[in-house]
């Protein structure tokens, strides 16, 4: 089958393309095994030269890698450029400087009881790993972890989403800078996807749904593959009476709208402290009436990526009006335009949990709006949902944002801030609940994808060890050492004494 390329903001088909058949999995597998043989083996210096080289192509055609995601995504050339191109190329920057001291051997402390040994953690790369990135930024988030992958040494499988296949195909043209199949690019929807899966890598990294991210680690769970998954979010704002207004509000929109809400950390629900409740209103709809909405250079925010999706948001702002929620700027669902990718940006009050769009991800330009009284019932709504992402806090008290983000159940979280924390490579990313699984980003990501092998190190000189047979006289012994080693207070004449006893023994 052919996969179509579409301009979602122009509903029109750029090109088509081949999909990869399932029944090449097993044959690309066979070539990701191989060529791991020698990517393995190179050190973390020359695997890194190839990233760097990465880098390089990616600055010099970044105009050009734009213009094709922004045709790709509906979204505007300046997000594209910011967003992806720009947090690739940092990211990318990121592990060449950093993986080498992540990768390298740690050595950790070893307890004075096994005097004359050493102790390290030896980290080693996977093997093949399966990357399976969306649609919504679908440069960054296919390139972000396919990189981090392969300073680890892995050789890496990925399959970019069906919604986006220019972007895999630029993906497939930018992997010929690396050698023979270590980074794969294969094309093709749901059943490619499964039968990939269902090849045994050996490891799986995943950015999508919650309902496809579960579905495959039922799959990974019958082989104990390890997994990444980078789910769905539902994140909150929370504004209290002494925040910075102007800021709050500007945040809120940006935070809500950009992308038209297509990010997994966008802010889907804001709650605002009761005492600055109508001013702050009346800020985020004057900010939102200066949105400009289309595809120039100069345009604010683009289109939505599918239509899938733009019937999902019209279904959850539809169930919410029906409910009693306000429309304080944007369209009700019926004065949308037929068939139209841009959905007008949307603040809804009166809003209530039992609305569909205050429990579920909504993934797409709307700024439903709370009223809360205090810190405790803040914390309370926005820990109210299945997701754990991200969220943000807005005080100008430190103190208590600092004890506020103690108790919200997410991966992440923005003090003053919104979504920015995804793009600091120097913390890891991922979320909790139906939000996800692992980390990726930070030491902790790039480690994600290695082995982490302990080892205790001896040089192997005597002859025996104390714990070894025979075990004949050794008990009362053993005890006195581990009262004069672990007791009340450490008497260290005692435990010399004793451990001399017994490694003659």
């Not at 995504?73 to 300046?78: E, I, L, P, R, V």
Request: aromatic share 8%; net charge neutral.
């Amino acid at each position: 089958m052919a996969l179509k390329a579409v301009a979602p903001a122009v509903q029109k088909t750029i090109d088509t393309y081949d999909e990869t058949p399932a029944a090449a999995v097993n044959a690309v597998y066979e070539r990701s095994h191989l060529a791991y043989q020698s990517w393995s083996k190179y050190s973390v210096e020359k695997r890194t030269s190839y990233l760097k080289r990465l880098r390089h192509i990616l600055i010099d055609l970044q105009e050009e890698i734009a213009d094709i995601i922004s045709i790709s995504t509906g979204k505007t050339k300046t997000d594209a450029l910011t967003t992806e191109v720009m947090t690739a190329v940092d990211a990318i920057k990121h592990v060449e400087k950093e993986a080498p001291l992540i990768l390298a051997n740690e050595k950790v402390k070893t307890p004075l009881h096994f005097i004359g040994k050493t102790s390290y953690i030896n980290r080693k790369p996977r093997g093949t790993v399966l990357i399976i990135s969306p649609w919504n930024f679908p440069f960054q988030l296919a390139l972000v972890p396919l990189i981090e992958a392969l300073a680890a040494g892995n050789t890496v499988i990925l399959k970019p989403s069906e919604e986006t296949p220019m972007i895999g195909k630029l993906l497939q043209h930018l992997m010929s800078l690396l050698p023979d199949d270590v980074a794969q690019i294969v094309m093709g929807g749901k059943d490619l996807g499964g039968a990939l899966t269902s090849e045994k890598p050996d490891y799986i990294h995943f950015t999508g749904s919650v309902s496809t991210g579960k579905h495959i680690q039922r799959q990974a769970a019958d082989h104990l593959i390890p997994t990444t998954l980078e789910l769905g979010g539902k994140d909150a704002m929370v504004v209290f009476n002494d925040a910075h207004i102007k800021r709050a509000a500007k945040a809120a929109v940006w935070g809500s709208f950009h992308h038209s809400g297509q990010v997994c950390l966008s802010i889907e629900r804001v709650y605002v402290q009761s005492g600055i409740y109508n001013q702050f209103l009346t800020e985020v709809k004057r900010e939102t009436a200066k949105i400009r909405q289309g595809q120039t250079e100069d345009s604010d925010i683009g289109s939505m990526t599918t239509t899938r999706q733009t019937n999902h948001v019209k279904r959850q702002v539809q169930d919410a009006v029906d409910k009693g929620a306000v429309i304080e700027a944007g369209r009700a669902p019926g004065d949308w335009k037929d068939d139209s990718p841009f959905i007008e940006p949307l603040i809804l009050t009166s809003v209530n949990s039992d609305m569909d769009i205050m429990s579920d991800e909504t993934f797409g330009p709307v700024m439903p709006i709370f009223s809360f009284h205090t810190e405790e019932e803040a914390v309370q709504l926005a820990n109210s949902t299945s997701y754990g992402l991200g969220g943000s806090v807005f005080t100008s008290d430190i103190v208590k944002a600092e004890r506020v983000t103690n108790h919200l159940v997410t991966g992440n979280v923005n003090i003053n801030d919104v979504i920015t924390s995804v793009a600091n490579f120097n913390l890891p990313f991922g979320g909790v609940k139906n939000s996800g699984i692992g980390k990726y980003h930070g030491y902790e990501g790039i480690r994600s994808f290695c082995i982490e092998t302990s080892v205790m190190a001896d040089k192997g000189t005597s002859e025996d060890e104390i714990t070894w047979y025979p075990s004949a006289g050794k008990y009362l012994l053993l005890k006195e050492l581990t009262a004069g080693f672990w007791g009340r207070q450490r008497n260290w004449k005692s435990f010399i004494q004793t451990y001399m006893r017994l490694s003659k023994m």
